[in-house]
């Protein structure tokens, strides 16, 4: 059973220095809310994760903040700033990466970063300097010359992440950024991630719906289901309360009837069988010592035991499981 | 302000410049240019140098080239971007609506504007060169400062309109269609509209119209068009909404 971390409006948008402020906020379409009365506060200077399957209302709560959309209830605030009056200020100081890459794919690499440059009034030797930064950064000012077009989906999205980069924003919006990038790029560019974060000060909000990712590099995140939050706060918060800890054990004697003793102690919720291993969840946070020592006891030959928590992903589909 | 229209213009040349070998416009800008500067060789070298006072040279840089040129570009302004997934991110930048709209707006502006002035010279350059050229020749003062005019005129008109219907299209596709069709209605409907009208009708509107000189009469026609681009361009302004143009 999980129990997610406190919703009430008032815990969720209580820091006083929140970057991003949503209170009660719905956006419907048609008959359809994307958004449902969703209400949270993200404190400046972390990467915060924003998790949900596809449809969830991820995509529709980035065009919200950038008052791309107006809500059909609610507020939000971003800098402060009231998002329905204020929207060009909020997109000044703000980075985007939307759902699709946004590059022009007949211009060049360095055709779509000098455009991006002059929006962003950045001078003729700033927009020299700082695309040749990026592009180098991302392994792509050899190629700076090349049409977009004719690229594979990880380079375009370099490019597009360098854009968002380019005029060093205090905030980033980023929808799926790691989507079409190959292993060693995403885990690049996670890195980075933490570093302008720790570095600048930055604040990132991410949407995705790879948890090993959020799990990695986000301090906070929110899971939303059908346009309503389910849980929120730190992954750790979120996978503890997903259900105490796990055991997991390696050996030989693993019969039914071990099973069926290790099901009868209190100490235990649950026994499963996985593969060539058992796999134990513990009610709260018990000792293992026990439950060794009964299965020494029981005859099985033990060759390995690991202890752990659920990690985010089973506490998100936990979650997902149970507001069905 | 004035720096973020030049952006949106710098970019919209550079996309006009690059052509279209993947999908996107429908018409490659360069060849459309390419044909618009033939065409305008070919008749005035026929003609010779009665092409200085012909209407034909009015019509032609006044008319006809903008409206090609424009419309091969504007249609794609918003639908193309939209269809591309490109008008999002342009969207959440930190231009201001009045900028994108002018940027587009402008930047097609100014490129139907320049072809045409080049054709025009071309033209000009090209009724020299005919058999019976006698001497040099070009066009009168009032003559170009009418071209000049008509051309610019004209060609904000159709890049005001192009950009509106761009707006409200699903496809750039779509988009050139219903301004080529809105435009021909337009010119055709008004020659036959006029035509359908009964003859004494006819002669009191002929009548009535001669009374004033030629210079009266294009000063006239040029504010008539003057006034249509800033309506235009205003309606666009006030249906310029991102909401809109994200979820069309």
């Not at chain 2, 504007?113 to 040099?136: C, D, E, I, K, Q």
Request: a neutral charge; charged letters at 20%.
């Amino acid at each position: 059973m999980i129990v997610p971390v406190p919703m009430s409006a008032s815990a969720l948008t209580r820091p006083a220095d929140a970057i991003i402020r949503v209170d009660q906020l719905t956006r419907e379409f048609g008959t359809v809310r994307a958004l449902d009365q969703m209400s949270f506060a993200v404190p400046p200077g972390i990467i915060f994760g924003f998790l949900g399957a596809n449809g969830a209302g991820k995509t529709t709560m980035i065009r919200l903040l950038l008052n791309l959309l107006e809500p059909s209830a609610g507020h939000a605030q971003v800098f402060g700033l009231e998002t329905r009056q204020h929207g060009n200020a909020i997109r000044e100081q703000s980075g985007a990466l939307l759902e699709f890459s946004g590059l022009y794919e007949r211009l060049s690499a360095e055709d779509n970063l000098e455009f991006y440059g002059r929006v962003w009034h950045l001078s003729s030797a700033q927009r020299k300097a700082r695309i040749r930064e990026l592009l180098t950064h991302f392994d792509l000012w050899d190629r700076r010359k090349e049409r977009v077009g004719t690229w594979s989906r990880g380079m375009k999205q370099k490019v597009a992440i360098a854009r968002v980069l380019l005029h060093r924003p205090k905030l980033i919006f980023l929808d799926e950024p790691t989507a079409g990038l190959d292993p060693v790029a995403a885990a690049a560019l996670r890195g980075d991630l933490r570093t302008l974060v720790q570095r600048e000060g930055v604040t990132v909000f991410l949407t995705t719906h790879n948890l090993t990712e959020a799990e990695q590099i986000c301090s906070q995140v929110g899971i939303i289901r059908m346009g309503k939050l389910l849980a929120f706060g730190a992954p750790a918060e979120l996978r503890a309360s997903s259900g105490g800890e796990r055991v997991e054990i390696w050996g030989t004697g693993l019969t039914a009837a071990v099973r069926t003793m290790l099901s009868a102690r209190s100490d235990i919720r649950a026994v499963t069988e996985q593969n060539d291993h058992l796999h134990l969840e513990l009610r709260d946070t018990h000792a293992v010592a026990p439950i060794v020592a009964a299965l020494v006891q029981a005859g099985v030959g033990i060759e390995e035991v690991r202890r752990g928590q659920a990690s985010l992903e089973e506490a998100f589909l936990t979650l997902m499981e149970e507001d069905k | 302000m004035i720096a973020d229209v030049g952006a949106v213009i710098w970019k919209e040349w550079r996309e006009y410049l690059s052509g279209s070998t993947t999908g996107g416009r429908g018409r490659n800008p360069l060849v459309i240019i390419a044909v618009i500067v033939i065409f305008s060789l070919i008749t005035p070298f026929q003609i010779g140098q009665a092409w200085f006072t012909t209407p034909l040279a009015l019509l032609l840089s006044g008319l006809y080239f903008p409206m090609i040129l424009v419309i091969s570009v504007i249609a794609d302004s918003f639908a193309g971007e939209r269809e591309r997934h490109t008008l999002e991110t342009l969207l959440a930048s930190r231009l201001s609506d009045t900028a994108i709209l002018l940027g587009k707006i402008a930047a097609a502006l100014i490129y139907g504007w320049a072809v045409a002035m080049v054709a025009t010279l071309a033209g000009g350059l090209a009724a020299n060169l005919s058999r019976n050229a006698n001497g040099f020749h070009w066009y009168s003062t009032d003559f170009a400062v009418a071209i000049v005019c008509f051309s610019f005129l004209f060609s904000g008109f159709v890049a005001a309109a192009g950009s509106l219907v761009s707006m409200r299209s699903p496809s750039s596709r779509q988009a050139q269609q219903v301004l080529s069709i809105g435009i021909a209605v337009l010119i055709f409907g008004g020659v036959f509209g006029f035509q359908a009208l009964a003859a004494s009708t006819r002669l009191q509107i002929a009548q009535a119209l001669s009374q004033y000189s030629l210079t009266t009469l294009a000063i006239g026609i040029a504010l008539v068009l003057l006034l249509a681009d800033v309506i235009l361009t205003y309606v666009g302004y006030v249906s310029f909404q991102r909401t809109r143009l994200i979820l069309d």
